[in-house]
């Protein structure tokens, strides 16, 4: 079983930066694929980014592309997401999620999931 907390979470201006970290316990982080999720008001949980447990291999929704950084530490069991040149339509709560697949972009593919931290961009 793993514990996911979220933290780093806050309200910023277009254009600002954010690091999301998610700190797990329990036993062997490092074999989970490791991703984050957001869901804004209204719509679907939206698959954000994600890491693989062997290699590192990362994957990303198209629209954080180039801004967004998915990055793990596995001595520290903890998953972050460096999130740089914020716009407004990435205000959601975001979510951390663990898998023992593959990377895949769907939310039934992760079994364990963090409380989510609420990120707010203004214009």
């Known amino acids: 079983q793993v514990q996911l907390v979220e933290s780093g979470g806050g309200s910023v201006q277009a254009g600002g930066s954010l690091r999301l970290s998610c700190a797990a316990s329990?036993?062997?982080?490092?074999?989970?694929?490791m991703g984050w999720f957001r869901q804004a008001p209204g719509k679907e949980r939206e698959f954000v980014a994600g890491?693989?447990?062997?290699?590192?291999?990362?994957r990303y929704v198209d629209s954080v592309k180039g801004r967004f950084t998915i990055s793990r530490d596995n001595a520290k069991n903890t998953v972050y997401l460096q999130m740089n040149s914020l716009k407004p339509e990435d205000t959601a709560v975001y979510y951390c999620?663990?898998?023992?697949?593959?990377?895949?972009?769907?939310?039934?593919?992760?079994?364990?999931w963090g409380q989510g931290t609420q990120v707010t961009v203004s214009s």
């Open positions: 329990g036993r062997a982080f490092s074999s989970y694929t």
């Open positions: 890491i693989g447990w062997n290699f590192g291999a990362t």
């Open positions: 999620a663990a898998s023992r697949e593959l990377i895949r972009t769907v939310p039934s593919a992760f079994d364990h």
